[in-house]
């Protein structure tokens, strides 16, 4: 599972920023077209964490909203505004993980440049503004 990676990814971060002291809590921010599972993120965290001796630590997940911008006719939009209405035009690209149909983004979120277009224009010359990544915001170590 897709989740379990990202959580190991992150408590080995936080390892590393933590420098020897105790985490308490991280702030962890991910990105809406990863189309992460939080609950089994913040699960594997939990228990990554307890694995390696970090009994203390707690998190905080935000989800951060995915915008696009049209490098062809300067179109801003949000992945929620067209997610329902591209449901069909995806319908190929479905990935079966865990026996639930999720698009390719959930494992690449670049995919999108290859998949999706403006909505108004139809061109893929487009940028991903926000939401497409994981990123470990903060860590409160023990003083």
Request: proline share 4%; charged share 30%.
């Amino acid at each position: 599972m897709h989740e379990w990676s990202l959580a190991e990814a992150l408590i080995s971060k936080i390892e590393e920023v933590s420098s020897g002291r105790t985490p308490l809590h991280a702030k962890v921010s991910i990105g809406e077209l990863m189309e992460i599972e939080v609950d089994v993120l913040k699960e594997a965290l939990n228990v990554l964490a307890k694995e390696r001796g970090m009994d203390r630590l707690t998190f905080t997940i935000n989800v951060e909203e995915t915008s696009f911008k049209c490098n062809s006719c300067g179109l801003e939009w949000k992945w929620k505004e067209v997610a329902k209405r591209m449901a069909k035009e995806l319908e190929p690209y479905q990935i079966i993980d865990e026996g639930e149909p999720t698009t390719p983004f959930h494992f690449l979120p670049y995919l999108a440049h290859a998949i999706l277009k403006c909505p108004k224009c139809g061109s893929r010359d487009f940028e991903i503004k926000s939401g497409n990544t994981a990123k470990l915001l903060s860590v409160v170590v023990e003083e």
